[in-house]
């Protein structure tokens, strides 16, 4: 038996010391103290997800925006990339997929909030991390408070204030928030002199935000501290190793810095590991990898559970802002004087490639939908439920937790609470290490005057689980003691519906208190002071009622942990309804848009009138696409390639550099056709090349339009932005074989068999058709 004694009395949070937050009259008044934010009177979990309008087609961003809702995320952060925006000194460009304006603007109109991360050095992969090539020219001394620089720096905010006139909080905007710099962490004046400048620029939020990680020296409560953690790291050295640091992740605890990231670029060393000032902040997040991007020499594969996990661990250990970067992936623009990519030709230690910034992010570089996406929104499902209740509550580490991140073979766990109820957090799970299973395990926990044991016998918890259990929480007026099944939100409506799932293949049991009368298909018995639920099968047929004391009257749903990552939740047809389906969905007022090819139905509860059959409690919707032979690309080889580069290593970072313009010269290339019918109205087609190699780069009419560094996955490329083109002349797919002493990290589960290795498999072409149901008024 793991055992846990919680505080019964949780200290209140510090209030009124943070130089931040609305004014308490305004309507829907944004506030924050030590220990979470608040908004309208009540505690605020925001879910942030990072997407770069600059690096994506203005006339895709409401489609895309949509989906990025449909995944849960209530705020978009974007980067303003200086060099975006002014490459040439005085020469202001926010025109087109530069539309700041119309991009908050689409948030607005989608009920998303805004962040803003206003550099003016910003990163992201970004050359010069954003400064543009006349800004480090001009002799001054950037990120200080240097006149000179400051004197650049203030025609940028006032544009900036420009483009977000009318659009912040003040005039009931969106913007809840902005960022300053970006890993500075050792000018804490100088935080404070451009949030002055901007404020002045108009550019105002009730949230300024930092990042902390690296021990970063900010102006105390001038900004929110915000932090980060990915599951590798394409900015660590090629060694064939897991990146010492993001184990650290996959462990519960205090703890928020990661001084790994932006390590690559900072000039000194962190040193010492006080966190004890945090203490006057919440536990915030903008950098929680979505997944990683690929530098040249280091091109890892990141999974859905190697993200979901690491997210759950972090609200486990205390986060009361979860931010995902990046949560949609993106292409680098290439400027009017140059390419704008971190390489190292512009003096940084990683090569980047030129356009691909996919990120293997949730929704990818042209918004596939992937595997993170439901492993995430199985968690924000939770989250907009549960989550102002989760803020207020803080973490409580068990006596016998891991003592150092060595530790493969004691099973992690916690329980956050408010001395009243809590959640309990178990994570099994890391990437590259895989961790054993844990027999005969229960938990015991003395959490408000009762001792709550879960599960009654005890179970195993599997390799690869991770989950979070709730800990006397209120189902309608009843209280559901413990359960071993995953919360996944509330159906809002006469009878509130909670859902859940199961968790790790685990028997799923639910305890009451004796007052609660439980009926449905399920074994109901009393067993002193408690009603325990056992027998069920989870599943779509798994609706329980649940009647308290008084009368009152709600339900509970228990899907099994497949049919958990299928579900959507959202208002569609008058009603708070929770949609499965095997394909994609986004729910968009009134009506429902399942992305891809198949036959499947879609399941609904509450059931639409217009349902056509039944599955359990759920109502059956035909969704068919597709079924016919999808248009084929036509391919021909133009040359074969020459031999493998030798690898080149640059100076400064002894790291291995990406191919240039002239190695293309060596390359294998194809010419790849694609029929008119291929394209059908608005939808997306993807070209998926199956191919083993170093690096490809994709060109349409000589224009370089995509690239990858290999890493294992098929290379996608999004034919809609550039239809009329690739009519016009086709493609150009040109590739580079493996050298066979290439210093490059892969995972390894794709290290090929043999190098020199250079081979294209195929190449397809894959319809994203859009099927868009609408309820029948009949």
């Given at each position: 038996?793991?055992?846990?004694d919680?505080?019964?009395?949780?200290?209140?949070?510090?209030?009124?010391?943070?130089?931040?937050?609305?004014?308490?009259?305004?309507?829907?008044?944004?506030?924050?103290?030590?220990?979470?934010?608040?908004?309208?009177?009540r505690?605020?979990?925001?879910?942030?997800?990072?997407?770069?309008?600059?690096?994506?087609?203005?006339?895709?961003?409401?489609?895309e925006?949509l989906?990025?809702?449909?995944?849960?995320?209530?705020?978009?952060?974007t980067?303003?990339?200086?060099n975006?925006?002014?490459?040439?000194?005085?020469?202001?460009?926010?025109?087109?997929?530069?539309?700041?304006?119309?991009?908050?603007?689409?948030?607005?109109?989608l009920?998303?909030?805004?962040?803003?991360?206003?550099?003016?050095?910003?990163?992201?992969?970004s050359?010069?991390?954003?400064?543009?090539?006349?800004?480090?020219?001009?002799?001054?001394?950037?990120?200080?408070?240097?006149?000179?620089?400051?004197?650049?720096?203030?025609?940028?905010?006032?544009?900036?204030g420009?483009?977000?006139?009318?659009?912040?909080?003040?005039?009931?905007?969106?913007?809840?928030?902005?960022q300053v710099?970006?890993e500075?962490h050792?000018?804490?004046?100088?935080?404070?002199?451009?949030?002055?400048i901007?404020?002045?620029?108009?550019?105002?939020a009730?949230?300024?935000?930092?990042?902390?990680?690296?021990?970063?020296?900010?102006?105390?409560?001038?900004?929110?501290?915000?932090?980060?953690?990915?599951?590798?790291a394409?900015?660590?050295?090629?060694h064939?190793?897991?990146?010492?640091?993001?184990?650290?992740?996959?462990?519960?605890?205090?703890?928020?810095?990661?001084?790994?990231?932006?390590?690559?670029?900072?000039?000194?060393?962190?040193?010492?590991?006080?966190?004890?000032?945090?203490?006057?902040?919440?536990?915030?997040?903008?950098e929680?990898?979505?997944?990683?991007?690929?530098?040249?020499?280091?091109?890892?594969?990141?999974e859905?559970?190697?993200?979901?996990?690491?997210?759950l661990v972090?609200?486990?250990?205390?986060?009361?802002?979860?931010?995902?970067?990046?949560?949609?992936?993106?292409?680098?623009?290439i400027?009017?004087?140059?390419?704008?990519?971190?390489?190292?030709?512009?003096?940084?230690?990683?090569?980047?490639?030129?356009?691909?910034?996919?990120?293997?992010a949730?929704?990818?570089?042209?918004?596939?939908?992937r595997?993170?996406?439901?492993?995430?929104?199985?968690?924000?499902?939770w989250?907009?439920?549960?989550?102002p209740?989760?803020?207020?509550?803080?973490?409580?580490?068990?006596?016998?937790?891991?003592?150092?991140t060595?530790?493969?073979?004691?099973?992690?766990?916690?329980v956050?609470?408010d001395?009243?109820?809590?959640?309990?957090?178990?994570?099994?799970?890391?990437?590259?290490?895989?961790?054993?299973?844990?027999?005969?395990?229960?938990f015991?926990?003395?959490?408000?005057?009762r001792?709550?044991v879960?599960?009654?016998?005890?179970?195993t918890?599997?390799?690869?689980?991770?989950?979070?259990?709730?800990?006397?929480?209120?189902?309608?007026?009843?209280?559901?003691?413990?359960?071993?099944?995953?919360?996944?939100?509330?159906?809002?409506?006469?009878?509130p519906?909670?859902?859940f799932?199961?968790?790790?293949?685990?028997?799923?049991?639910?305890?009451?208190?004796?007052?609660?009368?439980?009926?449905?298909?399920?074994?109901?018995?009393?067993?002193?002071?408690?009603?325990?639920?056992?027998?069920?099968?989870?599943?779509?047929?798994?609706?329980?009622?649940?009647?308290?004391?008084?009368?009152?009257?709600?339900?509970?749903?228990?899907?099994?942990?497949?049919?958990?990552?299928?579900?959507?939740?959202?208002r569609?047809?008058?009603a708070?309804?929770?949609?499965?389906?095997?394909?994609?969905?986004?729910?968009?007022?009134?009506?429902?848009?399942?992305?891809g090819?198949?036959?499947?139905?879609?399941?609904?509860?509450?059931?639409?009138?217009?349902?056509?059959?039944?599955?359990?409690?759920f109502?059956?919707?035909?969704?068919?696409t597709?079924?016919?032979?999808a248009?084929?690309?036509k391919?021909?080889e133009?040359?074969?390639?020459?031999p493998?580069?030798p690898?080149?290593?640059?100076?400064?970072?002894?790291?291995?550099?990406?191919?240039?313009?002239?190695?293309?010269?060596?390359?294998?290339?194809y010419r790849?056709?694609?029929?008119?019918e291929?394209?059908?109205?608005?939808?997306?087609?993807?070209l998926?090349?199956?191919?083993?190699?170093?690096?490809?780069?994709?060109?349409?009419?000589?224009?370089?339009?995509?690239d990858?560094?290999?890493?294992?996955?098929?290379?996608?490329?999004?034919?809609?932005?550039?239809?009329?083109?690739v009519?016009?002349?086709?493609?150009e797919?040109?590739?580079?074989?493996?050298?066979?002493?290439?210093?490059?990290?892969?995972?390894?589960?794709?290290q090929?068999?043999?190098?020199?290795?250079?081979?294209?498999?195929?190449?397809?072409?894959?319809?994203?058709?859009?099927?868009?149901?609408?309820?029948?008024?009949?």
């Amino acid at each position: 038996m793991r055992r846990l004694d919680i505080p019964g009395l949780i200290p209140p949070p510090m209030e009124g010391h943070l130089r931040l937050g609305d004014l308490p009259h305004q309507p829907d008044a944004i506030t924050v103290n030590s220990r979470h934010l608040s908004r309208g009177g009540r505690p605020w979990f925001p879910i942030m997800g990072e997407f770069h309008y600059g690096r994506y087609p203005a006339g895709e961003w409401r489609e895309e925006l949509l989906k990025v809702r449909a995944g849960g995320v209530t705020a978009v952060a974007t980067y303003i990339f200086w060099n975006l925006h002014e490459e040439r000194r005085g020469v202001f460009d926010w025109s087109g997929d530069r539309d700041l304006r119309r991009f908050v603007t689409t948030c607005a109109e989608l009920g998303l909030d805004v962040v803003v991360r206003i550099g003016p050095w910003g990163h992201g992969e970004s050359r010069n991390g954003g400064f543009p090539d006349w800004v480090p020219a001009t002799g001054c001394v950037p990120r200080t408070d240097d006149p000179r620089y400051i004197e650049l720096v203030r025609p940028l905010f006032e544009q900036i204030g420009a483009q977000l006139s009318g659009l912040t909080r003040g005039h009931g905007g969106p913007v809840v928030a902005v960022q300053v710099e970006n890993e500075l962490h050792d000018q804490p004046g100088h935080l404070v002199t451009l949030k002055r400048i901007a404020q002045a620029a108009g550019i105002d939020a009730p949230l300024w935000t930092a990042t902390g990680w690296g021990h970063a020296r900010l102006p105390p409560d001038e900004v929110i501290p915000l932090f980060g953690g990915y599951p590798e790291a394409a900015w660590d050295t090629a060694h064939d190793g897991w990146p010492q640091q993001s184990r650290a992740h996959y462990f519960f605890g205090p703890g928020r810095d990661d001084d790994s990231i932006g390590a690559d670029l900072r000039t000194t060393e962190v040193t010492g590991s006080d966190e004890s000032h945090l203490a006057r902040y919440p536990f915030a997040t903008c950098e929680l990898g979505g997944g990683m991007y690929t530098s040249y020499h280091r091109r890892p594969i990141i999974e859905a559970p190697d993200i979901a996990a690491l997210g759950l661990v972090k609200l486990g250990s205390g986060s009361v802002w979860q931010g995902y970067y990046m949560y949609h992936g993106a292409s680098q623009k290439i400027g009017a004087l140059s390419t704008l990519q971190e390489s190292h030709a512009t003096g940084y230690p990683n090569d980047c490639p030129v356009i691909n910034y996919d990120f293997q992010a949730p929704l990818g570089e042209y918004g596939q939908f992937r595997d993170s996406f439901r492993h995430l929104r199985l968690q924000h499902l939770w989250l907009a439920a549960d989550g102002p209740d989760l803020a207020t509550m803080t973490l409580t580490m068990p006596p016998d937790a891991p003592a150092d991140t060595a530790d493969r073979e004691t099973l992690r766990w916690c329980v956050r609470s408010d001395g009243r109820s809590g959640f309990l957090f178990v994570n099994n799970h890391q990437p590259v290490e895989t961790l054993p299973a844990h027999e005969e395990v229960r938990f015991a926990v003395e959490l408000g005057g009762r001792e709550l044991v879960v599960p009654r016998e005890p179970v195993t918890v599997p390799s690869g689980a991770y989950f979070v259990w709730p800990l006397a929480r209120p189902v309608g007026g009843s209280l559901l003691l413990t359960a071993t099944a995953q919360p996944m939100g509330v159906l809002e409506g006469d009878e509130p519906v909670h859902v859940f799932c199961q968790t790790a293949g685990i028997p799923v049991e639910l305890v009451f208190d004796a007052t609660t009368e439980v009926e449905g298909p399920a074994t109901v018995e009393r067993d002193g002071d408690h009603l325990v639920v056992s027998d069920l099968t989870p599943g779509t047929g798994c609706l329980l009622r649940v009647r308290d004391a008084a009368g009152a009257r709600a339900a509970v749903l228990v899907l099994d942990a497949g049919q958990a990552l299928t579900a959507a939740q959202g208002r569609l047809w008058g009603a708070d309804r929770l949609v499965l389906s095997e394909r994609p969905v986004v729910i968009e007022e009134g009506r429902l848009v399942v992305y891809g090819e198949g036959s499947s139905d879609v399941r609904i509860f509450p059931a639409p009138p217009s349902a056509t059959g039944t599955d359990g409690v759920f109502g059956l919707l035909p969704a068919a696409t597709g079924g016919g032979r999808a248009p084929e690309a036509k391919v021909e080889e133009v040359r074969q390639a020459g031999p493998a580069r030798p690898p080149v290593i640059d100076p400064a970072s002894g790291r291995a550099s990406a191919p240039t313009d002239a190695d293309f010269e060596q390359a294998a290339v194809y010419r790849v056709t694609v029929p008119r019918e291929a394209f059908t109205g608005e939808e997306e087609v993807l070209l998926r090349l199956d191919w083993t190699g170093d690096v490809g780069r994709a060109y349409i009419g000589g224009r370089l339009v995509a690239d990858q560094f290999w890493y294992g996955p098929a290379w996608e490329i999004g034919l809609r932005r550039f239809r009329e083109e690739v009519l016009e002349h086709g493609i150009e797919i040109k590739l580079l074989p493996l050298g066979a002493d290439a210093p490059v990290f892969l995972s390894p589960q794709v290290q090929p068999a043999a190098r020199p290795a250079l081979e294209l498999r195929s190449v397809t072409l894959v319809p994203v058709p859009r099927t868009v149901i609408v309820e029948d008024a009949g």
